[in-house]
């Protein structure tokens, strides 16, 4: 049968009459830049999120970028990120002309450590960026500890993470000056382009990015700060004011998915399920599992043979990444990581899935994970 590692028709089928309608008022006002529904949906991911400011922004990499400048972050400043992210949380540090220092990730959250940012800072070091990745929140008290003992501004890659809970706050709430969100169209509110948004308690940073998405300027024409184009389009934003009213239950349809498959793979002595930590509520943007025999790659072939949708998220970390040879990052500088990258990857957990589905995902992966163990 086949499934795919995400299937946004299925969701289409459930809100398209809803966005066409909620684009209408877009078509006939003909406000396409900074309309009003960029404003609504600023204040509702605010309150969503538990933050006062919610800033609209071009793509979750442009927030970051945003985040930074809001924070004068610049050349000559380090900035502390885990290794095991999208490229984007790196490329933003060196965009605004700093320098990212790689971290190692925890083991079973895959998400960088206070540990790793106390090993690493210097008096070079400006910020921090603790990745939320695949859903869950990093560790952030003893993060905040750190940074706070250290001066370290705090932004939270939180792309993947948008209603992540830790303690029962959701991500927003969770002590970071900034915390950054992707509308990129598989993340859990995904628009039909890209699009992302920063969150703040702190006023003044809201207003610093307010003023840089827009060249900088307040008022138009009168430029105070060297900033850039990234706004949110209004047609994004229309339409990620419906699919908001969508997302706990979406969160709960990955999340029923995720324990299901928990379920069936429990017991498989090749197959490590995401661990998701007690103080923590994941939105499980991604279902990253590890095979420790070595199978990994003829585990993910097999299931590509069958139509079973699946990808390593991601297979080179960043201090091994060509752009950052200069950095001088080495094979065995960060283990933890480097190991994750050969034995991760993601199967299919959006909400839609139905059990049939699951169902042979699950078999599928553990016949080959016996199979090629055997084969091998
Ligand atoms: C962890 C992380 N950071 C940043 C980004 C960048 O977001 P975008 O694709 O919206 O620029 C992404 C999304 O792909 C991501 O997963």
């Known amino acids: ?14 809100i398209a009459d809803e966005v066409k309608a909620a684009l209408e008022p877009v078509y006939d006002s003909q406000y396409f830049i900074m309309g009003p529904q960029v404003a609504t949906l600023e204040t509702e991911i605010a309150e969503y999120c538990g933050a006062v400011h919610g800033v609209g922004c071009a793509s979750g990499s442009d927030a970051l970028v945003l985040a930074l400048m809001a ?3 610049g050349p000559g400043d380090e900035v502390i990120l885990p290794t095991h992210t999208f490229f984007a949380t790196a490329g933003a540090v060196s965009r605004v002309g700093a320098t990212p220092v790689f971290a190692d990730i ?3 959250t895959f998400n960088i450590t206070a540990a790793e940012i106390d090993r690493l800072a210097t008096s070079r070091t400006k910020a921090a960026i603790p990745v939320h990745l695949y859903g869950q929140v990093a560790d952030m008290d003893p993060i905040l500890d750190v940074c706070k003992a250290r001066g370290i ?23 970071g000056d900034i915390a950054t969100f992707s509308f990129f169209p598989s993340k859990n509110l995904g628009a039909m382009g890209d699009g992302g948004m920063c969150v703040t308690n702190d006023d003044e940073l809201a207003d610093r990015m307010r003023i840089l998405r827009n060249h900088g300027a307040k008022p138009k024409y009168y430029h105070k700060l060297i900033g850039l184009n990234s706004r949110l389009d209004t047609m994004q934003a229309a339409i990620l004011s419906v699919k908001l009213k969508y997302l706990e239950a979406w969160h709960e349809g990955r999340r029923a998915n995720a324990a299901d498959y928990d379920k069936r793979f429990a017991g498989n002595p090749h197959i490590v399920t995401p661990k998701i930590k007690e103080h923590n509520w994941s939105i499980y943007n991604q ?16 299931l590509k043979e069958r139509g079973i949708g699946n990808e390593i998220y991601y297979p080179v970390p960043l201090h091994l990444q060509e752009c950052y040879s200069e950095l001088g990052g080495r094979e065995g500088d960060l283990p933890v990581s480097e190991k994750a ?17 699951r169902e042979e995902v699950a078999n599928a992966v553990i016949e080959l994970v016996g199979s090629t163990a055997a084969a091998s």
């Open 71 to 73: 924070l004068e972050v």
């Open 1 to 14: 049968m086949g499934v795919p590692l995400l299937d946004l028709h299925a969701q289409w089928r459930q």
């Open 341 to 357: 990258a050969k034995e991760i990857f993601s199967i299919p957990i959006y909400p839609e899935l139905t059990n049939e589905q």
């Open 153 to 175: 501004r705090v932004v939270e890659d939180a792309a993947q993470s948008i209603g992540a809970k830790q303690n029962g706050r959701r991500v927003g709430q969770t002590g």
């Open 106 to 108: 925890d083991p079973e």
């Open 287 to 302: 279902y990253s599992i590890l095979i420790t025999n070595g199978q990994r790659d003829n585990v993910m072939a097999g």
